[in-house]
T-cell receptor, first 112, second 117 residues
Framework: QQPVQSPQAVILREGEDAVINCSSS?????VHWYRQKHGEAPVFLMI?????EQKGHEKISASFNEKKQQSSLYLTASQLSYSGTYFC?????????????FGEGTQLTVNP | GAGVSQSPRYKVAKRGQDVALRCDPI?????LFWYQQALGQGPEFLTY????????KSGLPSDRFFAERPEGSVSTLKIQRTQQEDSAVYLC???????????????FGDGTRLSIL
């Protein structure tokens, strides 16, 4: 039931774009995206709820395809600060505070 | 500070010892979660509190793991008779509660890195 993230790792040059996917075999209610740097807390990026909405935050945006049970995170014009491991966390209950099941992560490295 | 605070940051214990990990959530956050994160893996759910009530403890790996939140604020995760496989980072997260519709972000602490020798 763990969501599957792809790719496992990606290396970019500063200014390039990247897409990270998160797929579930079970019907999703919400997808949470986090970025974690080594030895630090996961930092919340955004939540997407079922309904196929797309959200954006500066140069980072995400979509939720309910038909495919998949969410994608888009990073445009990447910056050095974007480096880290990106996790999607999924929930299947329509209640606030429900447990999240996380993927194994996508390690993103942005080089100058 | 306004964030989730966890202590200690690092804990080394000998196999068989008991340990207690503390989490101080964001003030006013009703929901509190504990996760376990192995090296190179995503966080794995352990247990969930809403105020002082432990609503879900299905992720606790064995009866050696026990969590409490007696006054609905600070929480403690206790591991008895520690084993080497308990070595991991233990993350605490809190979130506000806005009713049954929608989900709220979970805000994580820096975690406690537990090493069992």
């Amino acid at each position: 039931q763990q969501p599957v993230q792809s790719p496992q790792a990606v290396i970019l040059r500063e200014g390039e774009d990247a897409v990270i996917n998160c797929s579930s075999s079970k019907a999703l209610y919400s997808v949470h995206w986090y970025r974690q740097k080594h030895g630090e807390a996961p930092v919340f990026l955004m939540i997407l709820l079922k309904g196929g909405e797309q959200k954006g935050h500066e140069k980072i945006s995400a979509s939720f395809n309910e038909k495919k049970q998949q969410s994608s995170l888009y990073l445009t014009a990447s910056q050095l600060s974007y480096s880290g491991t990106y996790f999607c966390g999924t929930s299947w209950k329509e209640t606030s505070g429900s447990r999240l099941t996380f993927g194994e992560g996508t390690q993103l490295t942005v080089n100058p | 500070g306004a964030g989730v605070s966890q202590s200690p940051r690092y804990k080394v214990a000998k196999r068989g010892q008991d340990v207690a990990l503390r989490c101080d959530p964001i003030s006013g956050h009703v929901s509190l979660f504990w996760y376990q994160q192995a090296l190179g893996q995503g966080p794995e759910f352990l247990t969930y509190f809403q105020n002082e009530a432990q609503l879900d403890k299905s992720g606790l790996p064995s009866d050696r793991f026990f969590a409490e939140r007696p006054e609905g604020s600070v929480s403690t995760l206790k591991i008895q008779r520690t084993q080497q496989e308990d070595s991991a980072v233990y993350l605490c997260a809190s979130s506000s509660y806005r009713g049954p519709r929608g989900n709220q972000p979970q805000h994580f602490g820096d975690g406690t890195r537990l090493s069992i020798l």
